[in-house]
């Protein structure tokens, strides 16, 4: 899988020692002297908007940039990711009610795919979502609730291999039917969601186990069987921190938030929490980077092609080392982990710069199409061009995607459309099956399926958007089952393939100078009626028979004589 930053050679990391119950303060307690730790670093987004911008590393935010050290991210994860009630429920066979909201109904119901993805957005959308506290968690059979104490059990203890093995054997058996003691009066939506909480306990074994790949993997399950759960995500982006994938871990972050707000959490401290992670992943995806950098202006509802003009001249001063190609985002607004006593709800322009005009050029087009075609996709559909698309991908296409990444996580909703960043995945993805790399292909498409799960949580789709959505959810579940045939994102494939092609042909003949007549170069006139095809590789022109003819032909009548 592609690595966002690529920082010395660290190796992914465990979670630690930091994550001992013991030194954790339990939910809800001791608020207030949390509220002083994080107030004595700063809030979530530092000072106001107005305030003299800070200069990074490698890109500018409207605040300075906080320091916020890797201890203070480890309490984070602690707090909000591995504190869980239903442990004390399958202790103790009672309800526990949950303290922050774990679901938000969908802006508008996702239908079922039709090539059978897992039924977990679908039903979780159909029905008031209800939390790991909920007392359907009673209904799960006998050997499923044996397997989850045990597995629980385990986790406590700190032994986190042997626990995963016992949540491997629960989720088996919950593939197989036994998740409920009377199948028959179980719905799809109490499965996924067990089957979600079964996938997060999983995240957080492997996690402590130093295996931030194989959580990841989990993590994705979890979303695609319950995308309203805000720690979800939060556990998705702990898998991106300890892949250093920090741009991603950035957007698993803002959805996290923006999920927890929409569901309203009644936590004021959790969302300042939230929001720190948020920025800290994005100041640690602008320290590392090299070949870009951004600036954030603030957007009311002046003309955005103005404010788009002003931002570029802005960022050519503050950045002159990265003016080979500076664009401006123009689809959709961008936010930034603010807290609401600062600027609530201030949205953003987007501006990059980079040190490579042509990696700047793709990304910029990339952006700015609906139906963009990746630069290598067009160079991997022979054999022979194999050692030249891997060539390609290791010196241009890591670069771009990292640049596709940064833009993604601070952009909620895209105006090309809620599918635009599920089909920059597609063609991630389709790109690494070209290069024989299978095992990265499955990541991005379950990533992919993950991203395409939520869309109806974070915005409004319409019923063509809509169709599009399960229709691209049912393709990718049928590339990772390796299923062949014609799909809708081939087709998408094609018809991007197709508009490229004629953009490209437009361009050139933009930019090729008027050819003149051989023998007529000095003769300045131009033939009203009659045009001139060239014939292709010569210098030969000959009319064209169209511009001959001049009208139609008149009937001829013949008088014989007498």
Not at 317 to 323: D, L, Q
Not at 403 to 416: L, P, V
């Given at each position: ?8 050679s660290r190796a992914p990391e465990a979670w630690p020692e930091a994550e001992e119950p013991k030194e954790r303060p339990p939910r809800g307690a001791d608020r207030a002297s949390r509220k002083r730790k994080a107030g004595s670093r700063g809030n979530a987004s530092g000072t106001k908007a107005e305030s003299p911008a800070a200069e990074s590393s490698a890109g500018t935010l ?65 029905a008031p979502a209800q939390g790991p506290g909920d007392s359907r968690w009673h209904h799960a059979g006998a050997g499923l609730r044996a397997a989850l104490r045990d597995g629980s059990a385990r986790c406590r203890q700190r032994d986190f291999a042997a626990a995963a093995a016992k949540f491997s054997t629960a989720l088996e058996l919950c593939s197989k039917g036994f998740a409920l003691e009377d199948p028959l009066k179980s719905s799809p939506d109490d499965i996924s969601r067990l089957a979600s909480w079964i996938e997060s306990k999983l995240v957080i074994c492997y996690l402590n186990l130093g295996q931030p ?350």
């Open positions: 899988m592609f690595v966002q930053q690529e920082p010395s409207p605040s300075p940039p906080l320091h916020i050290p890797l201890s203070r991210l480890r309490e984070i994860e602690a707090e909000l990711i591995c504190a869980d009630e239903v442990d004390t429920e399958f202790e103790s066979g009672e309800p526990v009610a949950p303290t922050v909201p774990p679901t938000v109904p969908p802006a508008r119901p996702p239908a079922l795919p039709p090539a059978g993805p897992p039924a977990g957005p679908p039903a979780a959308a159909q790949g194989l959580a990841l993997h989990h993590s994705h399950r979890s979303i695609i069987q319950n995308p309203s759960h805000f720690c979800n995500h939060l556990r998705q982006a702990a898998c991106f921190r300890g892949l250093h994938r920090y741009s991603e871990a950035a957007r698993s972050a803002m959805v996290a938030q923006c999920l927890y707000v929409l569901a309203e959490g009644a936590g004021p401290d959790t969302s300042d929490l939230l929001q720190l992670y948020w920025q800290a992943m994005t100041q640690e995806a602008l320290s590392g980077e090299a070949s870009f950098s951004v600036l954030y202006t603030p957007f009311e509802k002046e003309d955005k092609a103005d404010k788009i003009k002003e931002a570029n001249k802005t960022f050519a001063e503050k950045h002159p080392g990265y003016v080979q190609h500076i664009f401006t985002d123009p689809h959709g607004i961008h936010l930034l982990p603010e807290k609401a006593e600062s600027n609530p709800g201030q949205q953003y322009l987007l501006t990059l710069g980079f040190r490579n005009k042509e990696i700047g050029k793709t990304v910029e087009k990339f952006v700015t199409q609906k139906l963009p075609v990746f630069p290598g996709q067009k160079m991997t559909f022979g054999s022979s061009m194999e050692e030249e698309a891997e060539t390609f991908w290791q010196n241009t296409g890591k670069r771009i995607m990292a640049a596709m990444a940064f833009i993604g996580s601070s952009k909620i909703k895209d105006e090309r459309g809620p599918c635009a960043r599920a089909i920059e995945q597609f063609h991630h993805a389709s790109l690494l099956s070209h290069l024989q790399r299978g095992e990265e292909q499955a990541q991005v498409m379950a990533q992919a399926m993950a991203e395409l799960a939520t869309v109806p949580y974070l915005q409004r789709v319409s019923q063509e958007d809509d169709k599009l959505l399960q229709s691209m959810m049912a393709d990718a579940v049928d590339i990772l089952a390796g299923r062949t045939g014609e799909r809708v994102w081939t087709k998408i494939q094609k018809v991007a393939l197709i508009e490229e092609f004629l953009r490209e042909g437009e361009e050139r003949y933009l930019r090729t100078s008027r050819v003149q007549i051989p023998g007529m170069e000095n003769i300045s006139w131009t033939p009203r009626r009659q045009k001139y095809l060239r014939l292709e590789n010569t210098n030969m022109f000959i009319p064209n028979p169209r511009s001959l003819a001049t009208g139609p032909k008149k009937r001829r009548i013949v008088f014989a004589k007498s």
